[in-house]
């Protein structure tokens, strides 16, 4: 799309994200800070480990933008498509994983459904389309300001049985932002993913027009971090996954296999740039490892446990010749006298 300005470079905004929560929540920072370290999986977690259970996430895709018809539904459904196969081990582009690397490939279990109920039970298709004023929004504190009423957001579904997605505008060149669990408050929890980075079909950046974006930021929200683990440049601890190889830095775009010019891993097969929650294109990424399924997978069974026993994707069942008064638009207030004509909304 010959309007849209190309991006250089995939930027996360998670790392700042981070960095700022822990001044804004010192508390809830200390406790992900302990929790980086995985300690050893609990039986439950072992135990899912073992079976082939796929667990359904309900989402909500909130599009957040002057116009949010611009992000048509095909759009969306296009892009939980992508989440679906990517979470799947499915993705076509996998034939492309280095033979180095085919063991390694991981298959994290998970699908995602867009909502098919509202948290007060009304039945939905999972897109939320909130006008607002705002041209873009700050990455600041995970794009805060896109998630509340009075700054031109859009409110969160309960998070504890939808994963919210926010799609807006974003400043700063900022592809996404996904909140590491528990250290962002309840309402501020989910994945923020820029509109024209967004599915695979419609107005879409070329280098991220494959719905990686929200793969990778995705990956955050289930609490994996960027391989380079964002640190001081080190190779270690990294990422805190050990088959990830160590990395100092980024790679961007989309080398040649293999990539030997990072000093944390000089030799052959050198770093994993093809690595979803690296910054390589979208159409150059196709792989979670098996440790980054196993931490991802403690974090569902963890923080996000109640996103597996939710109702969300459950279908309201609806009733023949069935109404309810939803609001009194008139009268507003106490009629003492004389007759009222009421205006109501029936739903
Ligand atoms: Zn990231
Ligand atoms: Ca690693």
Not at 61 to 84: C, Y
Not at 88 to 102: E, G, H, L, R, T
Not at 311 to 335: E, F, H, M, T, Y
């Amino acid at each position: 799309f010959s309007g849209l300005p190309a991006l250089a470079q995939r930027t996360c905004g998670t790392p700042l994200a981070i960095t700022q929560a822990q001044k804004a929540y010192p508390k809830r920072f200390a406790i992900y800070r302990r929790n980086l370290r995985l300690g050893p999986p609990s039986e439950a977690l072992k135990k899912y480990q073992r079976g082939t259970a796929i667990a359904v996430i309900p989402v909500v895709v909130h599009i957040v933008l002057k116009d949010p018809t611009v992000v048509t539904d095909a759009q969306v459904q296009s892009q939980i498509a992508v989440l679906n196969t990517d979470y799947s081990a499915d993705n076509a582009d996998s034939v492309k994983i280095p033979q180095v690397w085919k063991s390694l490939f991981g298959d994290m279990r998970i699908q995602f459904c867009l909502a098919e109920r509202t948290p007060d039970g009304n039945p939905s298709d999972g897109i939320d389309r909130v006008t607002t004023a705002v041209s873009s929004f700050s990455e600041d504190n995970a794009a805060v300001l896109g998630k509340l009423a009075a700054s031109g957001g859009a409110v969160a579904w309960d998070p504890t049985r939808y994963m919210n997605i926010w799609v807006c505008n974003i400043a700063d060149n900022v592809l996404g932002i996904g909140t590491p669990p528990g250290l962002y408050p309840a309402d501020e929890d989910g994945v923020v993913v820029l509109y024209t980075a967004f599915g695979t079909v419609g107005t879409l950046l070329p280098d991220y027009n494959l719905g990686r974006t929200l793969t990778h930021e995705t990956g955050h929200y289930f609490n994996l971090l960027h391989p380079w683990g964002d640190g001081d440049g080190t190779c270690s601890p990294g990422d805190d996954v050990d088959d990830t190889p160590p990395e100092s830095a980024p790679v961007y775009d989309c080398p040649s296999f293999p990539y030997l010019k990072d000093p944390c891993s000089p030799a052959s097969p050198g770093v994993m740039f093809m690595n979803f929650m690296g910054y390589a294109n979208d159409d150059c990424m196709d792989l979670f490892t098996v440790g980054q399924v196993a931490r991802a997978q403690a974090a569902l069974l963890g923080p996000h446990a109640s996103l597996l026993t939710s109702d969300g994707c459950q279908p309201v069942i609806l009733a023949n010749l069935d109404a309810a008064l939803g609001s009194i638009s008139s009268p507003a207030g106490k009629i003492c006298t004389g007759g009222v004509s009421p205006v109501v909304t029936l739903r």
